[in-house]
């Protein structure tokens, strides 16, 4: 579509960003939980809620697939829309990283759907799912890198320093 995205790193509150879309790492139920999900739908409010359980009495009534995306209203929050994406949760003794790598991808393409130009992404499967950071970073910013997108800037929402610190490296 066009050239590969800028990829900027911010260390902060994804809740705060002013993009066209915020990508959440979301649980496959769509109806909010801990970490990113769950401040996402705080700070947004009951428009996202809403739009969710929409979708899950529609086309997912089973739940968003791990690696899939789904978008919603971003209600209060500083953007056009919020991408919900599940992401898989880290095993030892099962590669999940194609899932891992699908969550970025796919989500990209809603926000090509939705002629985002700014998409901001957390550290997806790095919180309570599990993902070693290091990895989880590689994966996120080689994903971006090889993606056929028309979103001019990726940036990645980091949350501390660990995670800032690991995606800095893949800068290289």
Known sequence: MTDQP?????????????????????????????????????????????????????????????????????????????IHTVGPVWSATEDRSALLASCYRE?????????????????????????PIDDGARIAVETVRAADTAVAEVRFVLFDEPAYTAFAAQEH
């Open 6 to 82: 800028a990829i900027v790193l911010v260390r902060g509150d994804i809740t705060q960003q002013h993009v066209d879309a915020i990508v959440n790492a979301a649980n496959s139920s769509l109806l909010g939980g801990g970490g990113v999900d769950g401040a996402i739908h705080r700070r947004g409010g009951p428009d996202i809620l809403a739009e969710c359980r929409a979708l899950r009495a529609s086309r997912y009534g089973r739940g968003l697939p791990t690696g899939q995306a789904v978008a919603t209203t971003a209600g209060n929050l500083d953007a056009g829309h919020v």
């Open 107 to 131: 989500s990209l393409r809603v926000a090509d759907e939705l002629a985002a130009r700014t998409v901001a992404f957390p550290a997806i499967s790095t919180g309570i799912y599990g993902w």
